[in-house]
């Protein structure tokens, strides 16, 4: 079984910039999740989606973060413009609807705003 | 609302002595609790969950964890620490249907030879 697919693995901004990152979450699972993980921190959840349908984006700074999974497959998270506070590992998780666990996590995406 | 407290954020041991790192969490429902470990530029991999079912939870590479409700506590343990274990470890919490992951801010486990 493959597992969640993230791109890129790095990136490095400029501060006002924008970038966008992508997710291929494992196929069949309705649930996907974006984590931020700020250095030294436990990642923080974002965004939830159920298939192509926002469940909870209470935490997602929407000035100038946003995330859409139109086909209810792929995922991207975009932020614009960026902040120094925003350097970070974005995760995507995935897990089948319903069920104990079952989460599985990409390797995530590491950005740098300089 | 859940949340989640890891009591050390560092631990050291030394290789073959039994390791315990702490957690302790807050939720108003009958939680599922997972063990997370992460290691240096790698992704999240999960140890062990309790979801309802035994309170002692075994999970990979010797790892188990006991839940314990009157404490609400479910700390993690392993009888013989390997150098492999270094690495950084997650108590995570998760209730009701949308099944959200709430993480602890994660304990650091250093093995020393």
């Known amino acids: 079984e493959a597992g969640v697919a993230q791109s890129p693995r790095y990136k490095i901004i400029e501060k006002r910039q924008s970038v966008a990152f992508w997710c291929n979450p494992i196929?069949?699972?309705?649930?996907l999740y974006w984590y931020q993980q700020i250095l030294g921190q436990g990642p923080k959840l974002l965004i939830q989606f159920q298939n192509n349908g926002v469940v909870d984006d209470s935490q997602l700074p929407k000035d100038r973060f946003s995330a859409e999974r139109l086909k209810g497959v792929d995922s991207t998270l975009k932020i614009q413009p960026a902040k120094l506070e925003d350097s970070a590992v974005y995760l995507c998780a995935s897990r089948p609807t319903g069920g104990e666990g079952g989460y599985t996590f990409g390797s995530g995406t590491r950005l740098t705003v300089v | 609302a859940q949340s989640v407290t890891q009591l050390d954020s560092h631990v050291s041991v030394s290789e073959g002595t039994p390791v315990l790192l702490r957690c302790n969490y807050s939720?108003?429902?009958?939680?599922?609790l997972f063990w997370y470990v992460q290691h240096p530029n790698k992704g999240l991999q999960l140890l062990l969950k309790y979801t309802s079912a035994a309170t002692l939870v075994k999970g990979i590479n010797g790892f188990e964890a006991e839940f314990k409700k009157s404490e609400t506590s479910f700390h993690l343990t392993k009888p013989s620490a390997h150098m492999s274990d270094a690495a950084e470890y997650f108590c995570?919490?998760?209730?009701?249907?949308?099944?959200?992951?709430?993480f602890g801010s994660g304990t650091q486990l250093t093995v020393l030879p």
């Open positions: 939720s108003s429902y009958s939680p599922s």
């Open positions: 196929s069949g699972h309705a649930t």
């Open positions: 995570v919490v998760s209730e009701g249907s949308a099944r959200q992951l709430t």
